[in-house]
């Protein structure tokens, strides 16, 4: 067994299939997926390949999505308590047509701080101008507490025509 080398092979039951390995040697990461939405029919295969590096406190990760799309991620375990990170998604036919239009599909930058060691709370911001905030509380060893709320920072002008954000609760009742 080589923990260097971690391959999987799954079957679901709708007829898709999907395989991937993954391989670290020191820091260095990289691996290919392959997925197939109708195995009778041997149609729709979509495959990716993965490269990055992988440290400690710092993560930096590249997916390339059959040659048309890019996604690239960064994670940074800046203390005990600060986690920062960015995900940003580029479309490389756009590049590749050299400035016919905007390259840059999506880019997300989030943070988590822990408060203390049962609350933490979080912040995402969108390319679109959606600011998602997040407070979990843990209110007993198995039973965690968490409110979000959604805003999107474009067409939110404060009046109440306009699409209001989002508020949610979640209750996660753990291994009872």
């Not at 989030?110 to 509380?137: E, F, P, R, T, W």
């Not at 025509?161 to 949610?168: C, E, H, I």
Request: glycine share 8%; net charge neutral.
């Amino acid at each position: 067994m080589n923990p260097d080398l971690v391959a999987n092979l799954a079957f679901d039951l709708d007829k898709s299939a999907s395989f991937n390995i993954i391989t670290t040697r020191c820091c260095y990461v990289g691996g290919l997926e392959a997925k197939l939405k109708d195995v009778t029919a041997a149609k729709n295969v979509d495959w990716s390949m993965i490269a990055g590096y992988s440290n400690k406190n710092f993560d930096l990760m590249a997916k390339f999505s059959k040659l048309d799309s890019c996604t690239l991620s960064a994670y940074h375990q800046y203390s005990g308590a600060l986690a920062l990170g960015t995900v940003a998604s580029f479309d490389i036919g756009a590049i590749r047509a050299k400035g016919t239009g905007n390259a840059v599909t999506d880019l997300k930058l989030g943070a988590k701080y822990n408060i203390d060691s049962v609350s933490d709370c979080a912040a995402q911001l969108s390319k679109d101008a959606v600011l998602k905030l997040g407070y979990s509380q843990k209110l007993y060893p198995s039973v965690k507490a968490t409110v979000s709320a959604s805003l999107d920072l474009k067409t939110n002008s404060g009046s109440f025509k306009d699409p209001m954000g989002s508020l949610g609760f979640q209750l996660d009742l753990g291994d009872l």
